[in-house]
């Protein structure tokens, strides 16, 4: 698919829940490339399908739920004694309570709020710590985001501002990491119908609506998101960047005026 050596580098994607998920379309290009990956999933439910998925690539399954300090060293200690380093690791794994999407966001409460941005934002930080210690030659950490942490996106309430936080640990955690030559980035995707998009109140329409009113008049595929991600973590592409928010959503971001159709402004 891309004509980029990346054997001998060893990968840890967390967030593969199907083969929808964009943790998967990051995941495929970085296979192919050569990469040794393990993957985390977060409760037995989702090995099976996982299993399937990745039949063929020798890599470890390894389940880890982030809310758990436990099963990250865990999963950790797994990774430094099978496969000694990390070169990449794929962040991409968001949770929200379904109501925080369904009611207005001024009623969220505490333990929704904590939850949130428990998994959402929190888990990153938590992942990138240990991961640093398994990146003693440099290494290249990538989450996922959504411009609902910068805008208001109705519905996504709670989801934006646990956005919002994850896109600011980026920058802290890149100039953090920066010196042991450890890149943080984080790519803005546009919508993609996935499980995780399946709780968002409405979520069809913004899908279509995004399509429609994107510079590109398309929503955006998941290899979309593989490719940029393959670009973000691989040191022959994306050596001088981090801290960054990047955004792969057809040029939806930059409008500031959405025209109505047939309408000739
Ligand atoms: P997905 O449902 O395929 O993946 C979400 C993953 O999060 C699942 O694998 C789930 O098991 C995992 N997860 C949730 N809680 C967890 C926990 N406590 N511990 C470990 N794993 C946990 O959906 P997706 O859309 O591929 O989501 C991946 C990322 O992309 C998320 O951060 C999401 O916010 C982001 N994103 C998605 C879209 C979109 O439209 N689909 C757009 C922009 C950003």
Redesign the pocket.
Do not use: E
């Given at each position: 698919m891309y004509n980029i050596d990346l054997s001998g580098k060893t990968g840890l994607v967390?967030?593969?829940?199907?083969a929808?998920?964009?943790?998967?379309?990051i995941a495929q290009p970085l296979a192919q490339a050569g990469t040794r990956l393990a993957y985390?999933?977060?409760?037995e439910r989702?090995l099976p399908a996982l299993e399937e998925l990745t039949a063929g690539q020798d890599a470890a399954l390894l389940e880890?739920?982030?809310?758990?300090d436990d099963a990250l060293d865990a999963l950790f200690a797994t990774l430094a004694r099978d496969y000694g380093k990390l070169d990449f690791v794929v962040?991409?794994?968001?949770?929200a309570p379904r109501v925080t999407f369904e009611r207005p966001f001024i009623e969220v409460s505490r333990e929704d709020w904590r939850v949130a941005m428990?998994?959402?934002a929190y888990?990153l930080v938590a992942v990138a710590r240990r991961a640093a210690v398994l990146m003693p030659d440099g290494g290249s950490i990538l989450?996922?985001?959504?411009?609902a942490g910068e805008r208001v996106v109705p519905n996504y309430n709670m989801?934006g501002v646990a956005?919002a936080a994850?896109e600011s640990s980026v920058r802290y955690l890149a100039y953090n990491l920066g010196p042991s030559n450890i890149r943080v980035n984080a790519?803005?995707?546009?919508?993609?119908?996935?499980?995780?998009?399946?709780s968002?109140a409405k979520?069809g329409d913004m899908?279509t609506e995004a399509g429609r009113s994107s510079m590109m008049k398309r929503n955006i595929e998941?290899s979309e998101?593989g490719g940029m991600g393959m670009a973000l973590l691989c040191e022959q592409l994306g050596s001088g960047v981090t801290g960054a928010t990047l955004y792969v959503d057809a040029g939806f971001h930059a409008i500031g005026m959405f025209v109505p159709e047939g309408y000739d402004l």
């Open positions: 967390m967030g593969v829940a199907n929808r998920s964009l943790a998967w379309a985390s999933y977060q409760g989702l880890c739920d982030v809310t758990d962040h991409a794994l968001a949770f428990d998994v959402s888990s989450t996922l985001s959504y411009l989801m956005k994850l790519l803005s995707a546009g919508p993609v119908r996935t499980v995780a998009a399946r968002i979520f899908f998941g998101v």
